[in-house]
């Protein structure tokens, strides 16, 4: 006897009783060592999960891949290392701790104490990650929980180090001095690695129209235009195109020079063009900006040069405001043209000293103060004022208006690294195909790597720096003490992070002085690119590493991962070993909400993964996961949870619901004989169960869950309209035993998709321990008939086009037909088939060329209609059982107004819904 399956099923209580199931028996510990002594070998790599926040929807549908085929390779005999990872550092921690204390600046931190604070940063992330094990265990994901890896461990950081020698050996690193994208608030440079194309935002400012006054030319002006007016005081030349032409307009006293073509847009009427000049004209051209008299520009001789690039004839004047301490373009032209550079901004963007009444404060948070000083004071510098909507970089992490400031970073140059990486993304296998240009694309533009971050929490960048301009790159924490001449004891015993590590002084090797740490930490990709050599013991287990490296197979959520952890991974590898960290990548698109937009708390449409999995269920979860095509967007939300739950999980339970209901009723016992039935619908059935198995099995090699959820959701499909309703008056042992072996090879394929639901029909079927520790079903060969499987197919287009015509002439299935004519050949027990299908009397075969022809006889006979009329009573009495309670095999007596005359169709009657007698009265009624 099988253990009772309610038709009412809780797939979320039954999750819940496996989860304690597995704890209590230990299971995941037996399923991570089943192959410990294999020959086989699959490498999985687990991409680090920010462990910052509860883990997200999103994060599930990565985790749903990385779960997937670590099961399947693991059912297949593979030994593998199952473990996950954390990332720990970096400004987003930083960021939210903050927010925690109430601080608004770098300065807080500072008063509040480094150390306190880089301890709060660790426990915040310690916490979450722990959060994120339990939410992961909920998802049933099996992984080595006890040994995860944490980016912020030392050997982690100390590997980084080793990296960063390496660089510097071969002359990669260097400090560089440039225009860089900076959050005001965060205080720290941004690198071009984070700026995504969604931490831009749809923002309105005032643009301002300037009058230059031309030098030795009265009452001439340059038009110049501009949607960043803080930028203004560092303004040092202005930009024209050399090619383009400009003209001169006049009005009244009047003459402005701007690119001819904008003139009328931008003018308006009653002005008049006076004269033409090509843009190489305008080349040395001097003039005055509104702010010369303050005295950080007392010195700077503004000027007018050529660039092809910068200017455009679409928008603004043509006449470029170009200010080499604000913007990284402008910085660039500077350093071409021999410009000077006007620093305007301090890290928090107030005003430097030497910008009069501007001076401490603030450009971001007052950008009205410009425009009011030009109105008030320099009104014949402003044309006019104009809203302005444009696309502006903000902050990835606080979402700060960013700004461009001139400062020393560190950097890890790109162009000898840039063939080597190409060549070594080349010999990757992406999937979706199309990543592998988009990471050669972000590799041929990027620009040299911005490795460092005027931050606390985060890798401590092992460069020593001596003011005689010599700098040291430390590889390792006994290399650090071998030439530590100071601060070794309060650094021992901590971990290498600010600010312990800043306590160890070396001597500089060309000077001799006492030298420090840069104050910078790193960019938190280096955290997650080296994990192929650090997680897999590089420095201290060679032998091991090269087992495991490079890893078989990575997967990670697409977006972003090209300039971030993809790009980290292929650089850090090619520096250490020059090949490739992994062989296989498979990309997947976001989750949206179910309206199509990105998920958020103000829109309604957010789904937390906790209130996810107890609403939804997680297999139901995974399921949706696994079917999406991992170039879409998934769109995820509860309505499309409820039909995915109909369309696959309750089809599934209601076939295994019959089956134990039945094969309990009948007593039944699963026999080991090999011997199959000969009954074509079971040998169908079994032959496509393997084929089922042939094209998952091949799906989950090629990386493909998507298609493997196809074909499984087609054969439950099928399972449960075709053989399971054909199968509905043949049921005894035959039927019995074929189901069952489907079933229990079914609940083996689904294992590694769904977990819970797979374990619970396993374990109900077969009373084993788990579904877990099996092997991945083989296909046998022999049971597989196409020939079979083509006439079965045939018979149910036949069977639709019954059905098509029924619907046409609106006649019920129940009301029975006399005869049904095709023009193929059908054998007699596929006539069988057909007859109950469609519930005709007769098939009858009428040869005839060219496409499938069907036709029902539709004429109703009153004999045929009385036939129709007690199939009608069976099918309500039947409804009356189920509402009333009736056991399947309970007796009863059924009251009602009217039943047949022929004695032929109470007899059916009785027998359909075992009935003793039919009597009389006046409705419809049980009588138990
Ligand atoms: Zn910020
Ligand atoms: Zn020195």
Redesign the pocket.
């Known amino acids: 006897m099988f253990k009772p399956v309610s038709p009412k099923v809780d797939f979320i209580e039954i999750e819940k009783k496996i989860l304690e199931y597995w704890e209590k028996s230990g299971i995941l510990e037996k399923y991570l060592q089943r192959n410990r002594n294999s020959k086989l070998k699959f490498s999985f790599l687990d991409g680090p999960i920010t462990a910052n926040n509860p883990m997200g929807v999103h994060h599930a549908w990565g985790r749903t891949y990385k779960d997937l085929w670590q099961r399947f390779f693991n059912m297949l005999g593979f030994r593998q290392r199952f473990q996950n990872g954390f990332d720990n550092q970096g400004l987003w921690v930083e960021?939210e701790v903050e927010k925690e204390l109430g601080f608004k600046s770098k300065k807080d931190i500072e008063k509040y104490g480094i150390e306190k604070f880089v301890n709060k940063c660790k426990e915040r992330t310690l916490a979450f990650a722990k959060v994120q094990t339990e939410q992961s265990q909920r998802l049933g994901y099996f992984m080595d929980w006890e040994n995860s890896y944490y980016t912020l461990s030392d050997e982690n950081n100390y590997m980084i180090w080793t990296f960063l020698k390496k660089c510097h050996e071969h002359g990669w690193l260097y400090k560089g001095r440039d225009s860089v994208p900076w959050?005001p608030?965060?205080g720290t440079a941004i690198s071009q690695h984070e700026i995504l194309t969604e931490e831009y935002q749809e923002l309105t400012h005032d643009s301002v129209f300037l009058k230059m006054p031309v030098k030795d030319k009265k009452n001439w002006f340059f038009l110049v235009w501009t949607t960043t007016p803080w930028t203004i005081p560092a303004n040092v030349a202005l930009a024209v195109h050399p090619d383009f032409q400009y003209g001169v307009c006049q009005k009244g006293q009047e003459n402005l020079i701007l690119l001819k073509d904008l003139q009328a847009k931008i003018l308006g009427k009653g002005w008049t063009k006076t004269k033409k000049l090509k843009g190489k004209e305008l080349k040395g051209w001097g003039y005055q900006g509104p702010f010369d008299d303050f005295p950080r520009l007392k010195e700077i001789k503004h000027q007018v040069v050529l660039d092809k690039d910068l200017v455009t004839a679409e928008e603004g004047t043509g006449v470029v405001h170009i200010a080499p301490g604000a913007g990284q373009e402008d910085f660039h032209l500077a350093q071409k043209e021999n410009l000077a550079v006007v620093e305007a901004i301090d890290e928090e963007a107030h005003y430097l000293d030497g910008f009069g009444q501007f001076s401490g404060q603030n450009a971001k948070q007052h950008p009205e103060l410009i425009i009011n000083y030009l109105q008030e004071k320099k009104a014949d510098f402003l044309f006019k004022v104009e809203k302005y909507t444009h696309r502006y970089p903000v902050?990835w992490?606080?979402k700060?208006e960013l700004v461009w400031r001139v400062v020393d970073e560190w950097y890890l140059a790109m162009d000898e690294l840039r063939p080597k990486m190409m060549a070594v993304t080349k010999k990757i296998k992406w999937l979706p195909e199309w990543g592998e240009d988009r990471e050669l694309d972000w590799l041929k533009n990027m620009q040299d790597w911005m490795i460092s971050k005027k931050r606390y929490w985060g890798l401590a960048l092992p460069i020593w720096e001596c003011s005689c301009g010599r700098f040291e790159v430390i590889g390792s924490q006994e290399e650090l003490k071998t030439k530590a001449v100071q601060g070794w004891q309060k650094f021992e015993g901590h971990t290498p992070h600010r600010p312990w590590i800043d306590e160890v002084k070396i001597k500089c090797s060309q000077c001799g002085q006492l030298t420090s740490r840069i104050k910078d930490v790193g960019n938190p990709w280096l955290d997650a690119g080296i994990v192929p050599f650090s997680t897999l013991r590089y420095r201290t287990d060679k032998k091991y590493w090269a087992e495991w490296f490079p890893a078989d197979f990575i997967t990670e959520s697409l977006p972003g991962q090209f300039k971030n952890w993809f790009y980290s991974l292929i650089a850090m590898s090619t520096v250490l070993e020059n090949t490739a960290p992994f062989k296989t990548v498979l990309g997947h698109a976001s989750v949206l909400g179910e309206d199509g937009q990105a998920m958020h708390k103000s829109l309604g449409n957010a789904i937390e993964f906790n209130e996810g999995a107890d609403k939804i269920g997680v297999d139901v979860m995974r399921w949706m996961f696994l079917a999406q095509n991992p170039e879409q967007n998934l769109l995820f939300g509860y309505q499309q949870a409820n039909e995915t739950r109909r369309h696959f999980h309750l089809l599934l339970w209601n076939v295994y619901n019959f089956f134990v209901t039945y094969a309990n009723l009948d007593k039944w016992q699963p026999s080991s004989a090999k011997k199959k039935s000969a009954n074509n619908l079971d040998k169908w059935v079994l032959s496509e169960l393997n084929l089922l198995l042939k094209k998952t099995t091949q799906s989950l090699e090629d990386f493909n869950a998507h298609q493997a959820v196809l074909a499984i959701d087609k054969f439950v499909v099928d399972l449960s309209q075709w053989y399971l309703r054909r199968s509905r008056n043949r049921i005894g042992p035959d039927f019995y035993q074929t189901l069952y072996e489907v079933l229990v090879t079914l609940s083996q394929i689904l294992a590694p998709f769904n977990p819970f639901l797979a374990e619970e029909i396993f374990r109900n079927l077969t009373e084993k321990e788990s579904v877990h520790l099996e092997d991945w079903p083989k296909a046998e060969e022999k049971l597989i008939d196409k020939r079979l499987s083509e006439r079965m197919t045939l018979l149910r287009q036949i069977s639709e086009g019954g059905h098509a015509q029924r619907k046409k002439e609106g006649i019920k299935v129940r009301q029975p037909l006399k005869k049904l004519t095709v023009n193929r050949e059908i054998k007699p027990e596929e006539k069988t088939i057909l007859k109950e299908e469609l519930n005709v009397k007769e098939v009858m075969v009428k040869e005839s060329k060219g496409g499938l022809k069907v036709e029902l006889d539709t004429q109703i006979t009153p004999e045929l209609q009385a036939e129709g009329e007690a199939r009608e009573l069976v099918r309500q009495i039947q409804d009356l059982r189920k509402e009333t309670g009736c056991r399947l095999d309970q007796k009863i007596k059924v009251s009602g107004p009217a039943w047949p005359k022929d004695k032929k169709l109470q007899d059916y009657i009785k027998k359909e819904t075992l009935t003793t007698d039919l009597l009389s009265g006046s409705v419809l009624k049980i009588i138990k």
């Open positions: 960021v959050c608030r965060c902050c992490r606080c700060a």
